[in-house]
């Protein structure tokens, strides 16, 4: 039972019972201390009835009034732990890029979140095959960590932006052409 993961249920169910209160007193309780958790989602998540993605705010309070490790509360939400933020990462002289150059590096990082995104709302109905997200266990926790799988392994054909600098791939719309002219050419 060590290498199970815990679910939501059972995370906000040790949450309730460690600190004895119900779910408005939690919210009371998580207010006071700075922590963001409505008494409605943690009634929903004890109860087994959550439905909606936790955000980083949530999934935070309950490590904090929990006492889990963040990676055993992330795991149960099937959600992976959160890095610093993207602009704390970027060197100091990110801002001298041109407004072009600042274009480019959004328009990738937008396309990575949008893929994220669908994996996130897809990840429920991938099964065990090669797109599949892969995991791996903390050590020592029983944690299991979702890896997302690469964008190829995703989707073979790139965007046409990108196909058009690159030699060796056809972008959407050339795989979309190539198809209708496969059609009108059948017998």
Not at 48 to 69: C, H
Not at 102 to 124: C, I, P, T
């Amino acid at each position: 039972m060590m290498n199970e993961r815990l679910t939501l249920r059972e995370v906000a169910q040790t949450v309730l019972t460690k600190h004895d209160v119900s779910g408005r007193q939690l919210d009371a309780l998580a207010r006071s201390r700075g922590l963001t958790i409505s008494y409605t989602t943690i009634n929903a998540m004890a109860a087994g009835s959550y439905r909606s993605t936790p955000s980083d705010k949530t999934l935070d309070a309950l490590v904090s009034l929990s006492g889990l490790d963040q990676a055993v509360v992330y795991a149960a939400a099937r959600r992976p732990i959160p890095l610093a933020p993207l602009a704390e990462r970027l060197p100091v002289d990110a801002d001298s890029l041109t407004g072009e150059q600042q274009d480019a590096v959004l328009a990738v990082v937008r396309q990575f979140a949008k893929a994220n995104r669908a994996l996130d709302r897809g990840r429920e109905d991938v099964g065990n095959d090669e797109r599949s997200a892969a995991t791996t266990q903390v050590p020592g926790s029983g944690a299991v960590i979702h890896q997302l799988p690469s964008a190829t392994a995703l989707d073979s054909t790139m965007p046409d932006d990108v196909a058009a600098r690159s030699q060796e791939s056809k972008g959407r719309a050339q795989v979309e052409r190539d198809r209708q002219d496969d059609e009108g050419e059948a017998p």
